[in-house]
Nanobody, 118 residues
């Protein structure tokens, strides 16, 4: 399974960006999809995740500004990021977790850079 992310870029503080990620190589649903980010010198952290049933988890730092959504039929996930702040600057990674006959499989996309200027 491969995850292909797109949508990163450079934006001024207060601006918006949308990240998209599409999975390929599987006909089965990816149970959980989401986004992590890693800023220079920091560990990778969860930004937002959404399960196939619709439950959503956000990092406290992005609540009220970011919105995650997914299309189960297409195994795609998007992250709408509004009111971006310089501290949102990081490499963002698409993540998927698939349960196949009780075995959990983790997938990661290549990162996409998000840079927010002040």
């Amino acid at each position: 399974v491969q995850l292909q992310a797109s949508g990163g870029g450079l934006v001024q503080a207060g601006g918006s960006l949308t990240l998209s990620c599409a999975a390929s190589g599987t006909s089965l649903i990816i149970n959980n999809m989401g986004w992590y980010r890693q800023a220079p010198g920091k560990t990778r952290e969860l930004v937002a995740a959404i399960a196939s049933g619709g439950s959503i988890n956000y990092a406290d730092s992005v609540k009220g500004r970011f919105t995650i959504s997914r299309d189960n039929a297409k195994n795609t996930v998007s992250l709408q990021m509004n009111n971006l702040k310089p501290e949102d600057t990081a490499v963002y990674y698409c993540h998927g977790m698939q349960n196949i006959l009780g075995v959990l499989h983790d997938y990661w996309g290549k990162g996409t850079q998000v840079t927010v200027s002040s």
